[in-house]
């Protein structure tokens, strides 16, 4: 059985996650799993609560379990329980007790995290501009240091930015 490298999206909003991922998953023939909190808040209120929260982590890590039946090698999520984790923090100052275990357990291969060096684009589902923009890179970087995880941050206008993720990939994948 062939090793699946999965690898993560990560960063503050508008900083091109969906548009990179989208874009690894065809250049790398992967697999792409979009950002599902976009998914459930078409059907739900954008006013969310903590049990909101739950329920968006709980299809991420269905997300992770269905990936391992991928036809591919390669697999990219549009955001992963790191920024849930920070999420949780950041808006409730807790985070359920089963969150870490799930983090060490369902481990990602390689991180990308997006540096908010693009302009901010308004979305009825996006709520952390400007200074918190720049502050929730701060914290997800921190996570990924403090947990030894490997990222490489992705910066960059357009398809500078595309180029830059391809070649970390690539780099992960000669390693």
């Known amino acids: 059985m062939r090793k699946i490298i999965r690898i993560a999206i990560t960063g503050p ?43 968006i982590t709980k299809k991420q890590i269905e997300q992770y ?42 481990p990602i291969d390689l991180y990308l995290l997006c540096v908010p060096d693009i302009p901010w684009e308004p979305d009825p589902l996006r709520e952390h501009g400007g200074e918190e923009r720049l502050q929730l890179f701060d914290a997800y970087k921190s996570e ?17 930015r595309i180029q830059n993720a391809i070649k970390a990939v690539k780099s992960l994948l000669h390693s």
Do not use: C, M
């Open 13 to 55: 909003e508008s900083t091109a996650k969906s548009t990179l991922a989208e874009a690894l998953a065809h250049y790398f023939d992967g697999i792409f799993y979009p950002e599902y909190a976009r998914e459930y808040f078409q059907d739900h209120s954008t006013q969310y609560t903590y049990n909101d929260l739950e329920e």
């Open 65 to 106: 379990h269905e990936s391992a039946n991928s036809a591919t090698k390669l697999v990219f999520f549009d955001t992963w329980l790191i920024i849930t984790k920070v999420w949780f923090q950041w808006a409730y100052q807790t985070e359920p007790d089963w969150l870490e275990e799930k983090i060490a357990d369902l």
């Open 144 to 160: 990924l240091q403090q947990r030894k995880l490997k990222f490489v941050e992705i910066n960059g206008i357009g398809e500078q």
